[in-house]
């Protein structure tokens, strides 16, 4: 990868409070050192993934993202990697999973 490194959230679609007449917060900080711009794919995949955005979308969410088809593979390969080794990966989440992975797969062609 060429984008150069910062310290991203790991997990930030889930950890953001809001609530009315304050700034939006965020909680449970997982800071990593990576790629600018895989915090953002992370927060794509599991957008499609878990909260019903089309797997469409993934182009258009990363617009103007360098680099963006390889930071949703690894986003993807984050994410898989990490139930698994928590053991939590099924063929439920498998299931779930496959359109998305099938999308990034386009993406990187």
Sequence with gaps: ???????IHGDLLGNVLFAEGHPPTIIDWAPYWR????????????????????VEAVAELGAGV??????????????????????????????RYAPVVDA??????
Excluded: K, Y
């Design 66 to 95: 360098p680099e963006w088809s390889q930071l949703v593979v690894r986003a993807l390969t984050f994410r898989i990697a990490t139930f698994h080794l928590l053991g939590l990966w099924d063929t439920a989440r498998s299931n």
């Design 1 to 7: 990868m060429e984008s150069p490194s910062q310290v």
């Design 35 to 54: 790629p600018a711009g895989l915090g953002s794919a992370i927060a794509v995949v599991d957008a499609l993934c878990w909260h019903g955005t089309p």
């Design 104 to 109: 990034a797969v386009t993406l990187a062609r």
